[in-house]
């Protein structure tokens, strides 16, 4: 029996009009209502998940999310920390001289600063927007080297981002957990981080085997958690690398995938 369920949001929990229709919602709760827990991981920030956790009731005390894509993951209600992985100033530093040197914009989560960048860009611009937080401008070269970092994102139109991709040095494999969440975005964490070191841990936390849990997403930073889940599943919208590894193709965020796998292989 399967008894966590983790869903990324965007173009999985989320329709194309950033809506959770009423059959999702419907299927959420009946799965609640049977003692599943039910768990977000994002790449958003907590103020960009919150508005869709409350919708869900997913807010008290034994509930659960990932955010940073899995750098943070916390207990809802109470905000205790529960796993934390953070890159630093330092990181930053050396993301961003390569950033100028590629020609793509950044941006970058601080634990103290919030979303900071050296230039707004219209994607900086649409990550704030998304997620209803503000911008700050800042000067990536005199961050402090130990300032906690919870990511850092080049930033740029799909062919630009590709481009940079790949001329990245083989050394950032070594050095950071990478992932392309979106066309125009990619992201660096910490190397402890990313969605499946963050289920594993909420799984252990929980006393579950990852044979007991279920992930649900669609582009390359659910990759890795669709392959450790006991049930990894793509969205028919998924790129075709998520699809490759998942265990199952359920319909696509605009049909009600995410209730499809409730009634599948929960409520069944």
């Known amino acids: ?70 750098s943070l993951t916390l207990n809802v209600a109470s905000k205790e920390v529960i796993r934390s992985e953070f890159l630093t100033g330092q990181d930053a530093r050396d993301i961003y001289h390569l950033a100028v040197e590629l020609g793509v914009n950044m941006h970058a989560y601080s634990t103290k600063l919030g979303l900071i960048t050296p230039k707004i860009s219209q994607y900086t611009e649409h990550e704030a927007s998304i997620n209803q937080i503000d911008i700050n401008i800042c000067d990536f070269t005199t961050l402090d080297p130990a300032e906690e970092m919870l990511k850092i994102m080049m930033i740029d139109n799909a062919e630009l981002l590709t481009a940079a991709i790949n001329r990245l040095p083989d050394s950032f494999q070594e050095k ?28 252990t936390y929980l006393g579950l085997s990852h044979e007991e849990v279920i992930c649900v997403g669609d582009a390359g930073n659910d990759l890795e958690m669709i392959a450790y889940a006991g049930l990894g599943v793509a969205m028919e919208n998924a790129t075709e690398d998520v699809k490759a590894v998942a265990d199952y193709i359920t319909l696509s965020n605009d049909q009600d995938g995410v209730a499809h796998v409730f009634e599948k292989f929960v409520l069944a």
């Open 176 to 203: 950071y957990s990478m992932a392309q969440s979106a066309p125009f975005f990619y992201e660096f964490m910490s190397k402890k981080s990313g969605k499946a070191n963050g289920v594993a841990a909420l799984a």
């Open 1 to 70: 029996m399967y008894k966590l369920v983790v869903l990324d949001m965007d173009g999985t929990l989320l329709n194309s009009q950033k809506e959770i229709t009423e059959r999702v919602r419907t299927a959420i709760n009946a799965a609640k209502a049977i003692g599943v827990k039910v768990v977000l991981a994002s790449g958003r920030p907590i103020d960009g998940m919150l508005p869709t956790l409350e919708t869900l009731g997913l807010t008290t005390l034994d509930d659960y999310v990932l955010t940073y894509n899995a």
